[in-house]
């Protein structure tokens, strides 16, 4: 029987009728040894360092976990500073949809990265953290890098990332 895991008001849930709650953190598409392929993450804010590493407030969110995803799917009003540090170098794809993002909230960021077009406020040390080894390639819905984007947005500390201005997500889909 198909069923995601969902997780509301501090408990795990296996939901078997395919609806549910429309916040939370939700898993989908498992591989041979059990691991989830797609995460979903919907929430108000995303706290600072809320999934980073092994500390994750939603349980054991260890890298495990984040390594095998072939798509991550982020949804928030607010992703606070380090949300995502050292989660993400294995993902193969990751959607943002958020108009407001703390510094270094994807640090070590690997794989495919999208951002979305509503999203107004990088915070000043950029999107993927100084001194990280993130290796991602950007695109972004916005057809240029908007204003309030601080000019070292996409800067590493040891390179700056290539950004692809102007791909919708349904463009981003089908990479």
């Known amino acids: 029987m198909h069923y995601r895991k969902e997780y509301h008001h501090g408990k795990w849930y296996k939901n078997r009728r395919g609806g549910g709650v429309t916040k939370g953190v939700f898993f989908k598409d498992y591989n041979a040894n059990g691991y989830p392929l797609t995460m979903n993450i919907n929430l108000d804010t995303i706290k600072q360092s809320q999934f980073a590493g092994a500390t994750g407030t939603y349980g ?27 989660t993400g170098n294995n993902i193969a794809k990751t ?54 984007w601080p000019s070292s947005w996409n800067n590493t500390g040891y390179n700056t990332l290539t950004v692809y201005w102007g791909v919708s997500e349904a463009s981003f889909d089908a990479l």
Do not use: Q
């Open 60 to 86: 054991n969110t260890s890298n495990h976990t984040f390594d095998n995803l072939t798509l991550l799917n982020v949804k928030a009003n607010a992703i606070e500073e380090s949300s995502f540090k050292y």
């Open 95 to 148: 959607k943002v949809k958020c108009p407001s993002i703390g510094n270094g909230a994807f640090e070590s960021a690997g794989g495919k990265f999208w951002i979305c077009k509503e999203c107004l406020s990088i915070g000043t040390t950029g999107l993927f953290g100084m001194y990280s080894n993130a290796t991602c390639s950007v695109y972004c819905e916005a057809s240029s890098k908007p204003s309030a």
